[in-house]
């Protein structure tokens, strides 16, 4: 996993790799569990520290702040899949079939938002980060950002390949069946099922109203 | 605006009528600042009591809970926008032209959403409706649902005008232009403007795909 710590020009940072493995891990179970127990603000490094066995310092030596652990507990997290602990955050596949490709990463999120492990320590953090305009800011720019380029990557190959419309902005198309599966899952607003994004999926790509034939 | 009280068959709920007029206002404002100030679990019927200049009793002898105090005083929020006091919530217009309606009330919602009386307490209260399950269904089924149904409502028509496929679903079609503004909102994923919901509304009704003309 990269290292999520801005760099330093006079100090840099310890690497990762310096750090202690088993320490590590520890340190973002004990994170993910008090995140989803106390929730965020009662989340402290001392905290932290207790439940995962290791002094404060050790948490001081390698994350600037509680948010810095959190990010990186989840960005860890995010990174491993509980149904493929070997699979790594990657590109999605470009089968040649836009509409099958997009399908099948929505069925996999719908698995993950599915997991309490994911789902539990994910929502403490999004509800922290609408009320805490600095901690949500940066909640999107390192885990949910990084994660919707990646759509932006497939959609742009899709423009290449003709199959989406050339003049319209990925960014924005995403949103069309990645935003309902967001809402749904953070507002209980409806159930999340295969058949429902595999329906978003068809109604983005060939719209609301008839196409003329 | 109507009572939003569970029907008690047995002893009817006091009729909004009867509550002092003053003492609702002094109690609705109070209730949206602290919800805001101090969040939604360190806001109390006490706290809402002192700040609206109530006793505590009154406002027990109206609402049951904070959560039900809090839920009429956004929909006496949603239901008086800033903009025309006299404006009361109803129906999408339907002046034939799909696009157009759903843009205008886009339009209408971007300027809800950027406004701070609307904005703060009502991502306070989504905010914990996001770990408190009870609370976030609530708040779904009293304040976002029945809005959502509004497009339901506008998009079955449309449906019978011809001018969306007849095969769709509503409450899923309206995700694909409500949940990215929803998104954006909550989580500050990207600006909110005009544009963007323009954007939107055309992206859905025409899809992604090229259309063979």
Chains 1, 2 share one sequence.
Do not use: C, N
């Not at 967001?182 to 409806?190: E, I, P």
């Amino acid at each position: 996993m990269a290292s999520q710590q801005p760099a330093r020009p006079a100090a840099p940072a310890p690497r990762p790799t310096r750090r202690s493995e088993k320490s590590r891990r520890a340190i973002y179970d004990a994170a993910l569990a008090l995140v989803v127990e106390a929730g965020y603000p009662r989340t402290t490094i001392e905290g932290i520290a207790a439940r995962a066995g290791v002094g404060k310092q050790t948490i001081y030596r390698w994350w600037p702040s509680k948010a810095e652990v959190l990010m990186e507990a989840f960005l860890d997290l995010a990174g491993h899949p509980p149904r493929d602990a070997a699979q790594e955050p990657s590109a999605i596949p470009d089968t040649g079939d836009l509409a099958a490709d997009l399908k099948a990463v929505l069925r996999a999120t719908v698995d993950e938002l599915k997991d309490p492990r994911f789902d539990a320590p994910s929502r403490a953090l999004a509800a922290e980060g609408l009320v805490d305009e600095a901690l949500g800011r940066q909640y999107v720019a390192k885990l949910l950002e990084p994660s919707l380029q990646l759509y932006v990557q497939r959609l742009r190959s899709a423009q290449e390949a003709g199959d989406l419309r050339p003049d319209l902005d990925p960014r924005i198309a995403l949103e069309l069946f990645v935003s309902p599966l967001a809402q749904r899952w953070l507002q209980h607003t409806g159930p999340i099922t295969y058949a429902y994004t595999d329906t978003l999926v068809d109604y983005a790509l060939y719209g609301l109203a008839p196409r003329s034939r």
